[in-house]
């Protein structure tokens, strides 16, 4: 690594030797704290690089580099988005390069698990889904695809276009589900609703869907009527701790990463619950990781209050073994969600170029950030995306194999029978 | 449930009154710690029965019940073993019925935890496998397939040979790990060897097999220098914990149940030290539960030594977490090893009926038990088998989807670029 020092634009040391020897020593230390991920390190006409930098981050005053000092994680974004932090050259290639660099280390501080050890109640559980996804609508009409779903798509290949892949990741799952026409199906957490009323236009299943966020449900209604299925798709504002009913396929895509772990057993409870029929499997489609760490913390402070990536240790520990519930098929889709995140990201820019998207510019940076950020996580493996189907423990008609899900077929079939 | 007392045949009050009232009470008695198995239960002429029971279970003396009643799990194959106990009726069906009411009470005496966490020595590991793999291989000959594979089968359809289904899992297998000509392998406990050649003629790897078992040693090893792959496979007579060498991929099917849990770490650092090189995959197969609960104490006793079927949680948090690797895949394929048992046991019983099987009566009575038992457990759900695929955390070339392992084409592909 070699260190430059020039003339200094700190606030008050600005241009003297003091304050150029100080940003000197600061940048340094910090290329030594976050490791050699090719970045250059700069602050006015200091700089410390890394062989071969991929990118520059720019800080725009000696505060915001002696902040990221202090804390890290949510400093760096909250300055970023103040536009105190600036990256120069490709974003998602930056934050990969760091969280490479950070993940071979493998650090995580004893405190940052505490935030997320609570149990979510109720009324927390709605306020922090009505922080996030009650930002409005258009906002996210503006970068999502048509159907507004806010979860990983399904590429079957690289080349589909982001509504053709949501529509994949929807088919996907009512082919592992083998949904049967006339079956009843319940979804936690359904968004705006899209895969509640394609479940019931594709398979002819009833869905009674559950959402905590007032604005999804309207949402949600008001298309379910539009298009002529409000009679078979019922979208309650609830809780899925409220959930009491039986069903022949039990649906989460997208919810467990907002409940707290000390629920887990409650959302298996409510799982088996609802799966006492003869035939009942489930799916859940979550953002997870290899190894047990709490979410970046200025995520979890400023985007997603409360969420929580678990690992498929934890699910099946916390939520699926207390049920009796028993695995039947995982897959990681990570790659998906880094490609879906690209895609977003896309649109989120176009929108901001196109003056189109409101709310002040640290909102706007923010945003950028968070979906990057997201991507380059994707990528690097420091969050995997994982769906796991299952079936009451012992259940008789687990498909056979799951060749029906790659043919031109219905998809699974879980009620064949076997040998 | 109604209970019918006859003439007794006890030993010492056979005929009295006295008799006739202990044998009425002890398998009343039994019955009800059972449960309602839908099984009939006979001593001489005393009968208790469930509504419309599957079977009988029919007891020589008063001894064998007496001894069930103290210590259900050893106590009944060794009694079955002994033909002091004796089944009427379909043998797989009436296991079957008391293993799902067994498991539905869900008991797990917490010392029979105690015999599986104690960490397995190299010598214990080399001793528990001799005694139970090198029987003999004409033994294991005579019932299981032409190329000698004591693990689940794969059958594409159910009505699949065992000889097609033994190469159709060798396929699926190799198709799972996307294995490419020219590529290394590393496979850990690899039985009579029949994999390890697979893989080398099918797939064009070379391979280095390693088992403790002596005798398939020099099986694997003649049967390679007769087909002339003894340039390109290697069988290495040690433990997995010698390895240390670099590969493609590893693969290790049916011997994670012999690894114990205090060892598990260890295997996931022998994996992780194998895959060091980029592109590196792996896949365990093994025998596995729903929750924890140790392995039958009578199998555990007389017919495998130390023998324990993990949770996917188990190996999650045991093995895979701590050695940085990924799920990239996990199918359950428990259907298919009843499958397969089935066969195992319809060639066993031919053997035996045409006095092919050596050996005393009471070996060959523990034998049927241990195959009906296994099957019972596997249709019942009791016992899971999972295929595990996994890679490096943050690997970059994992497959797109899983389309090509249902495709007419060479399996996954674990090397195009993505996106």
Known sequence: MRATTHPVHGPSLAGTPAGE???????????????PAGLRYALGHSTVADPAPVATLRFRDRRALAGLLLDPEVHFGDAYAEGRIEIEGDLVAALEAAYRTIADDGRAGPLAWLGTWRRHSLLRARSNVHRHYDIGNDFYALWLDRQLLYTSAYFESPELSLEEAQVAKMDHVCRKLGLRPGETVVEAGCGWGALALHMARRC????????????????????????????????????????????????????????????????????????????????LHFIGRDRPHPLNAWIRRRIFPG??????????????????????????LRAHYALTLRHWRERYERAVSDGRVGF?????????????????????????????TFAPSGLSTVPWTRRGLYADEAGLSWSAPRS
């Open 204 to 283: 002819g299943v009833r869905v009674r869907a559950w959402n905590v966020s007032h604005e999804q449900v309207v949402y949600a209604r008001e298309r379910a009527r539009r298009e002529g299925l409000a009679d078979r798709v019922e979208f309650v504002e609830g809780d899925y701790r409220e959930i009491r009913e039986c069903c022949d396929a039990f649906v989460s895509v997208g919810m467990l990463e907002h409940v707290g772990r000390r629920s887990y057993e409650e959302l298996g409870r409510v799982i088996s619950g609802s799966l006492e029929r003869a035939g009942g499997r489930g799916l």
């Open 307 to 332: 969420a929580y990536p678990p690992t498929l240790t934890e699910v099946g520990r916390g939520v699926l073994e207390p049920a009796g519930l028993s695995i039947v098929d995982v897959e990681n």
């Open 21 to 35: 020897r100080l940003d000197g020593l600061l940048l340094r230390r910090l290329a030594a704290r976050i490791g």
């Open 360 to 388: 002040d510019e640290r909102f706007r940076r923010a945003w950028r950030l968070y979906l990057a950020g997201s991507e380059a996580a994707f990528r690097t493996g420091s969050l995997q995306l994982f769906q796991v």
